[in-house]
Structures are given as structure tokens and as C-alpha cells.
């Protein structure tokens, strides 16, 4: 009985290896004939780079923009 439980489990293991073997050559296979084909998106997402985050360290260092006031351009619209 122990026997025959090894025989199965050595089968299964040896099936999964195959299995694994096979997929994973295949996948290498239509990777390269897409890669002859169409050039991936993932190099091209590499090749921009982020523009670089801009810390300051101080206020004075900050460019600020003025907004406008919306109290004051509602009052200016409405002449009621």
C-alpha cells in the first residue's frame, strides 16, 4: 500500500514537472515571435522619464500663484 501511495506521488510530481516545463517553453515561444512582431509597451514606458519632484526646503524658495478672490468675480458678474 505504501508503495503504490509512493508509485502515485512520484508519478504526479514527475507529471507536474512536465507540465511546468512545457508552459514555460511556450510562453518563451510566443514571447519571441511577438517580440519580432510588435515592440513591447513596457520599453517604451522606460524610456520617459518622470520630471524630477520639486522639494523646497523654505517658503521663500516657493512660487505661489495668486487666485483670484471668488466672492469678489461673483460680485463683478452679477450687477444686481
Known amino acids: 500500500m505504501i508503495r503504490l501511495f509512493i508509485f502515485v506521488l512520484i508519478r504526479f510530481f514527475l507529471l507536474a514537472i512536465a507540465i511546468y516545463a512545457v508552459l514555460t517553453l511556450l510562453k518563451k515561444v510566443i514571447q519571441t515571435l511577438q517580440g519580432h512582431s510588435q515592440p513591447t509597451s513596457h520599453h517604451a514606458q ?34 444686481t
Do not use: G, M, R, T
Open 46 to 79: 522606460q524610456e520617459k522619464h518622470p520630471k524630477p519632484k520639486e522639494d523646497y526646503k523654505d517658503v521663500k524658495d516657493a512660487k505661489f500663484v495668486e487666485l483670484p478672490n471668488k466672492q469678489a468675480e461673483n460680485k463683478q458678474d452679477s450687477p
